[in-house]
């Protein structure tokens, strides 16, 4: 407590917590998962007013993070959870912890108990035997599910991993063509959900100014990798840091566009 406190007499009114599962924070010190806890306590702090939580791995997902989630405004409507793929030989041999039925029981639980979330995950294509089966039923899933945030990545071998050992027998151009088709899907996918927020007012956090325009994020975007808010500020007084509502005019892809005041 006492860190995120110095942090906010520095003025940082988004916390970020980061770990490789940030699911597991507790176990080295307590022997029991202690997220939710943590959280608990982090909300009660003055001043800071959004966290946001990177990365949690679906294998062992506490469920009763999200009704921690759900319960307090400060808390992001916001989860990184990386699923790699949907093909259960594919994360068997990935070593997830973790079947298609798994995931795809997860992946509704959070939508249910945590209504609004935006998702963020990551995939990889073109992972040693990847058929062209296993990659239609990838693009499916992906279809489907409808994820907020994407990130989709090519598989290139890296030492000490389950794959290592693994021969990468998927051609580089079937990958590189793969992964094309995945992100053309999220761009639709994308474009439609800002669309939905036109004509609406949305609260960002103000970031910095670029060629006289100031960049802000919603509270389901994250710093450098996911969409950004360009907005027109007609007052003056906008500031890094600062967190108000903003009137959506239009949007593209992955941004949208904004002015502040909303009134203008």
């Not at 990659?135 to 991993?161: K, M, P, Q, W």
């Not at 990468?168 to 994308?190: C, F, G, H, T, Y």
Request: some cysteine.
């Amino acid at each position: 407590m006492t860190e995120t406190e110095f942090l906010v007499e520095k003025g940082v009114k988004e916390l970020i917590l980061i770990a490789q599962d940030l699911t597991y924070y507790g176990l080295d010190l307590y022997s029991k998962r202690m997220l939710p806890a943590l959280l608990e306590e982090l909300v009660k702090v003055s001043g800071i007013e959004w966290i946001r939580l990177h990365y949690a791995y679906p294998a062992g997902f506490p469920l009763e993070l999200l009704d921690v989630m759900n319960k307090h405004s400060k808390i992001c409507k916001y989860i990184d959870i990386p699923l790699q793929h949907i093909n259960s030989n594919i994360l068997k041999s990935m070593h997830r912890g973790i079947d298609e039925d798994g995931t795809r029981k997860l992946v509704q639980t959070i939508r249910e108990k945590v209504p609004g979330i935006a998702i963020r995950s990551s995939f990889i294509v073109g992972y040693p035997g990847e058929t062209a089966k296993d990659f239609a039923g990838l693009r499916d899933f992906i279809r489907e599910s409808e994820f907020e945030r994407l990130g989709v990545f090519t598989y290139s071998h890296e030492e000490n991993t389950p794959a290592s050992a693994l021969e990468d027998n998927v051609r580089p151009a079937a990958k590189a063509r793969r992964a094309e088709e995945l992100m053309l899907i999220q761009q639709d996918i994308s474009a439609a959900r800002n669309k939905s927020f036109e004509g609406k007012s949305v609260q960002v956090i103000i970031d910095k100014k670029e060629e006289g325009k100031w960049i802000g994020r919603t509270q389901f975007d994250s710093p450098e990798v996911d969409n950004e808010v360009i907005i027109t500020d007609n007052s003056g007084t906008l500031a890094p840091g600062c967190i108000v509502n903003v009137s959506v005019t239009s949007s593209d892809i992955y941004d949208l566009i904004a002015v502040y005041p909303e009134n203008q």
